[in-house]
């Protein structure tokens, strides 16, 4: 049976692989649990290494340089039980041919979840009721400012995992869905069940905007003041993405000038906020402190996830969540 090591920090083991998924592993490759952490030194490690084929990281995984991998010459397969591993692989990753397979898919779900919960709560103008209710105490107000979710519009920035899960989501309701995303076919469209618009069109057509784009060179501050400020009256735009993608300044400034809007921000940048930010104190800005992703139990789905992908790799099978060297370049 081959050798698999965990790299990850060690308080992350038990939430990501608890016993069960441990056990399952064991099925599949020899492993005493001992956790190689991203402040660990290879050269300590050498012997444990040295026979290494498969790696179950997670975060507070290190980073896969040429001088790690030097010391896992026989390394076929990283299994990553997180979210994304942007930065976290090299290049020496795919010259090695090694596998890389990620929960990111899974950590999808609980990020759609969320946004459906948002994108339902702000059609019945949910937030901005609880403001009016709060400062005017007039019980009958939310019914003259509820639009409600019948037929209304919804836009969807990015067909991502995320962005496309929410599309998903979403079709049980009777709403109109638009979506943005220059690198998609037109003609995906009868696949996904929505329309794709221009973006400068999907902020001003739709009651609710979310955003799911992955933070790359072309997507920084890709969200302007005047993009946010043509949303329709009483619309909200969620965030649950990056902070960067979003001029967040002109955020601010669209918050101040039309108190009809909300919006609902599970990401800023900085990340955390600085203290004095107008954002903690505009009562139109919904802050969450990155909970969409994976929390709790949900955790665990991943390393369930990357047990499974250890099943089908080792029986030979294809693996449903492989990365490609391409794939990884464009992804959140």
Known sequence: MKKAIFMLAEPVLSQVY????????QKYYETEFDVFQADNSPQNRADDLKEVSAVFASWGAPKFTKELLDFMPQLEIIYYGAGTMKHLLTDEVWKRNIQVTTANPINAIPVAEY?????????????????HYRGEKKFTFGQQLSLGAYRQTVGIISLSQIGRRVIDLLQPFDLNILYYDPYVDDNTDASINATKVSLKELFSQSQVVSLHSPLLPETEGMITGDLLASIPKYGTF????RGAIVQQDQLIHVLQSRPDLTAILDVTEPEPLEKDSPLFVLSNAVITPHIAGSL????????????????????DEPLKHEITESSYRIMA
């Open 115 to 131: 946004t459906l919960s948002q994108i339902l709560f702000s059609l019945k103008n949910g937030w901005l009721n609880v403001r």
């Open 238 to 241: 969620i965030n649950t993405a």
């Open 296 to 315: 709790g139990s949900e955790i665990a789905r991943m390393g369930q996830t990357m047990a499974d992908e250890a099943q089908r790799f080792v029986n």
């Open 18 to 25: 608890p016993s069960d998924i441990r056990e399952a592993i």
